[in-house]
C-alpha cells in the first residue's frame, strides 16, 4: 500500500507554503498550533500526539519544515503507520538557540530567498501570529532531535538548501548520519524555504521516499 504523504507547515506558515509542491505531488497538509493555525502552543509531545491523532488508517511519509521537523520525528518515535520521513531544513541547531546566534543566520538566509515569495511569506505570518510564533519556538527550542532520530527504524531523508545558514551543511549531514536509514540530500542555490521556492526538487524526494525508494540527488 503506498503511503500518503502528510506535510506539517513550518513555523508561522500555513498551507499557502506548500502550494506549489502539492501541485507537483499529492500530499495532505496537517495544520497545528503555531504551524498553520493560531492559538497556544501545547508541549512539543502533545503537538505530536494531535499530529498521530491526524493521520488515517494506512501508513504515511511524514514531512516537517523547519521547526516542524521536530513535531514529525517525535510523532515517528511512537507510531508505526510512519513508514518514513522527510525533514526539510531541520532545527535546532545548538548553536542557533540564543537570540543573536538565530537571527544573525536569519537575516543571512533571508538575503538567499526569492524576494517575490515574501509577499506570501507576510501574509502567512500576519495568520498565524507572534503569539504563537513565539510560543512554538519556546516548545521546539528545547527539543533535541538528534537525540530523538537513533531510535527510528524508518527511513529518513534530510533536505537543505546550500544557501541555508538555519541549516548548515554539518548540522543537516549529522542529523542524517544519526538516523540508522538517514540520508542528506542538498539543493543547489535553494535557501530555507525549499517547500515554496524549489517545488520540483522537493517532490522529487517525497515521491522516491513514498515508492520506496530513494533519491539520488545531492
Request: glycine share 10%; net charge positive.
Given at each position: 500500500?503506498?503511503?500518503?504523504?502528510?506535510?506539517?507547515?513550518?513555523?508561522?506558515?500555513?498551507?499557502?507554503?506548500?502550494?506549489?509542491?502539492?501541485?507537483?505531488v499529492?500530499?495532505?497538509?496537517?495544520?497545528?498550533?503555531?504551524?498553520?493555525?493560531?492559538?497556544?502552543?501545547?508541549?512539543?509531545?502533545?503537538?505530536?500526539?494531535?499530529?498521530?491523532?491526524?493521520?488515517?488508517?494506512?501508513?504515511?511519509?511524514?514531512?516537517?519544515?523547519?521547526?516542524?521537523?521536530?513535531?514529525?520525528v517525535?510523532?515517528?518515535q511512537?507510531?508505526?503507520?510512519?513508514?518514513?520521513?522527510?525533514?526539510?531544513?531541520?532545527?535546532?541547531?545548538?548553536?542557533?538557540?540564543?537570540?543573536?546566534?538565530?537571527?544573525?543566520?536569519?537575516?543571512?538566509?533571508?538575503?538567499?530567498?526569492?524576494?517575490?515569495?515574501?509577499?506570501?511569506?507576510?501574509?502567512?505570518?500576519?495568520?498565524?501570529?507572534?503569539?504563537?510564533?513565539?510560543?512554538?519556538?519556546?516548545?521546539?527550542?528545547?527539543?533535541?532531535?538528534?537525540?530523538?532520530?537513533?531510535?527510528?527504524?524508518?527511513?529518513?531523508?534530510?533536505v537543505?538548501?546550500?544557501?541555508?545558514?538555519?541549516?548548515?551543511?554539518?548540522?543537516?549531514a549529522?542529523?542524517?548520519?544519526?538516523?540508522?536509514?538517514?540520508?542528506?540530500?542538498?539543493?543547489?542555490?535553494?535557501?530555507h524555504?525549499?517547500?515554496?521556492t524549489?517545488?520540483?526538487?522537493?517532490?522529487?524526494v517525497?515521491?522516491?521516499?513514498?515508492?520506496?525508494?530513494?533519491?539520488?540527488s545531492?
Amino acid at each position: 500500500m503506498t503511503p500518503q504523504l502528510v506535510l506539517v507547515p513550518g513555523l508561522g506558515l500555513d498551507e499557502r507554503s506548500s502550494a506549489r509542491l502539492r501541485r507537483i505531488v499529492p500530499a495532505r497538509v496537517v495544520a497545528l498550533p503555531g504551524m498553520g493555525l493560531r492559538g497556544p502552543v501545547p508541549r512539543l509531545d502533545e503537538l505530536a500526539d494531535r499530529l498521530r491523532n491526524a493521520l488515517g488508517e494506512g501508513p504515511a511519509v511524514l514531512v516537517g519544515h523547519s521547526q516542524s521537523c521536530q513535531v514529525v520525528v517525535a510523532a515517528a518515535q511512537l507510531d508505526p503507520r510512519v513508514d518514513g520521513l522527510v525533514l526539510l531544513g531541520p532545527t535546532t541547531d545548538p548553536r542557533l538557540r540564543s537570540a543573536r546566534g538565530l537571527t544573525a543566520r536569519w537575516l543571512r538566509t533571508f538575503w538567499h530567498e526569492q524576494w517575490r515569495g515574501l509577499p506570501r511569506m507576510a501574509a502567512q505570518w500576519l495568520t498565524i501570529g507572534p503569539r504563537a510564533m513565539r510560543g512554538l519556538w519556546r516548545s521546539a527550542e528545547p527539543d533535541h532531535i538528534e537525540a530523538r532520530l537513533p531510535d527510528l527504524r524508518v527511513p529518513v531523508v534530510v533536505v537543505r538548501g546550500t544557501r541555508d545558514r538555519l541549516c548548515p551543511h554539518d548540522w543537516a549531514a549529522g542529523l542524517a548520519a544519526a538516523a540508522p536509514r538517514g540520508r542528506l540530500v542538498e539543493i543547489p542555490g535553494a535557501a530555507h524555504m525549499t517547500p515554496q521556492t524549489h517545488p520540483a526538487d522537493v517532490a522529487v524526494v517525497l515521491s522516491s521516499l513514498a515508492a520506496g525508494g530513494s533519491s539520488s540527488s545531492g
